[in-house]
Nanobody
Framework: QLRPVESGGGLVQPGGSLRLSCASS????????INWFRQVPGKEREGVLC????????YYSDSVKGRFTISRDSAKNTVYLQMNNLRPEDTAVYYC?????????????????WGQGTRVTVSS
């Protein structure tokens, strides 16, 4: 497991945009698909979307289609989650994780392999 680190969260008004980053200090990120999950306190963690090693996108949540995109910069060992037209219901802590293969499987790592996440708050 790579244990990448998330950043870029913050407070944004409805309709606004944010770009989250998922970075790995080590090598190997280019070998795995990268998943983004989000969690609202008191609710189950939800898969958002994923990027394969071939940069194909898989959406786990229909609610973000047309608003969220994902990309990767292999030179920087970083995956980006671009979130546009944000809604209050997008408020959550966002986590990125490496999948277990080059394709998106929605793999959920065990407890202890999750980072701190980055908090996104959409509010006026």
């Amino acid at each position: 497991q790579l244990r990448p680190v998330e950043s870029g969260g913050g407070l944004v008004q409805p309709g606004g945009s944010l770009r989250l980053s998922c970075a790995s200090s080590g090598f190997g990120m280019e070998l795995y698909a990268i998943n983004w999950f989000r969690q609202v306190p008191g609710k189950e963690r939800e898969g958002v979307l994923c990027i394969s090693t071939g940069s194909d996108t898989t959406y786990y949540s229909d609610s973000v289609k047309g608003r969220f995109t994902i990309s990767r910069d292999s030179a920087k060992n970083t995956v980006y989650l671009q979130m546009n037209n944000l809604r209050p219901e997008d408020t959550a802590v966002y986590y990125c994780t490496d999948d277990i293969s080059k394709d998106c499987s929605g793999y959920i790592p065990p407890v202890g392999f999750w980072g701190q996440g980055t908090r996104v708050t959409v509010s006026s």
